[in-house]
């Protein structure tokens, strides 16, 4: 069974200060890929980033970025240069396998975001 | 382009009754997925299609879920003789092949009284 485990409750960070979003994960599946969704107060899950277990670097979007360490099994998500509008839940999730018949998305509890004047 | 869209946006209904939740996917993608998210918890799977048929229907929690797609687009998940255990977000993913990553719609709320 596949497990996405988000521990910290709640994150404050200065607006245009760097944060970091802890995310681990646990499967035997060597064919994976992990997710980071936003979910702002309207409710709506925005994709933001995406890596797969065989990608060799780690991946960017933007000001987002996803520190994959895979012996580790953690994905954790930076935003650079935080704004008023990333505040919001934050979801990390994983689909095992990497690509086929179902890859359908396991996702943690999420942790919420709070970027601060 | 249009995203994947839901209807209704808010559904209330009284304990027993039967409800009908519509997703519209991004055109063109061919595996659809629902979820329910309940208050301060990530999305939970439900089902899965690729195509016409459900490919994946291991999280209903029982035989009162149920969900089409008849012509491989639009999809319904029917819920009967509702429970107030069935209130919360149900969301609806596309996606355009067999990797990557799942467009979610808006959601629709349930509330069963």
């Known amino acids: 069974a596949q497990k996405i485990t988000q521990t910290q409750p709640g994150m404050f960070v200065q607006e245009k200060e760097a944060v970091t979003l802890d995310c681990t994960y646990d499967?035997?599946?060597?064919?994976?890929?992990l997710f980071w969704y936003k979910q702002p107060s309207s409710g709506e899950m925005i994709f933001l980033i995406y890596?797969?277990?065989?990608?060799?670097q780690n991946a960017t979007e933007g000001r987002y970025s996803l520190n994959f360490q895979k012996a580790r099994k953690s994905a954790n998500l930076v935003i650079s240069a935080s704004q008023l509008g990333d505040s919001a839940m934050y979801f990390c999730?994983?689909?095992?396998?990497?690509?086929?018949?179902?890859?359908?998305?396991?996702f943690g509890k999420g942790i919420t975001l709070s970027v601060r004047p | 382009g249009a995203g994947v869209s839901q209807t209704p946006s808010n559904k209330v209904t009284e304990k027993g009754k039967y409800v009908e939740l519509r997703c519209d996917p991004i055109?063109?993608?061919?595996?659809l997925y629902w979820y329910r998210q309940s208050l301060g918890q990530g999305p939970e799977f439900l089902i899965y299609?690729?195509?016409?048929?459900?490919?994946?229907d291991s999280g209903l929690p029982n035989d009162r879920f149920f969900a089409v797609r008849p012509e491989g687009s639009v999809s319904t998940l029917k819920i009967q003789r509702t429970e107030r255990g069935d209130s919360a977000v149900y969301l609806c993913?596309?996606?355009?092949?067999?990797?990557?990553?799942?467009?979610f719609g808006p959601g629709t709320r349930l509330t069963v009284t």
């Open positions: 055109s063109g993608h061919t595996a």
């Open positions: 299609f690729q195509g016409t048929g459900a490919a994946d």
């Open positions: 993913a596309s996606r355009l092949g067999p990797s990557g990553e799942q467009y």
């Open positions: 890596q797969g277990s065989y990608d060799q």
């Open positions: 999730a994983m689909s095992v396998p990497l690509t086929g018949a179902n890859s359908k998305l396991t």
């Open positions: 499967t035997s599946d060597p064919s994976y890929g």
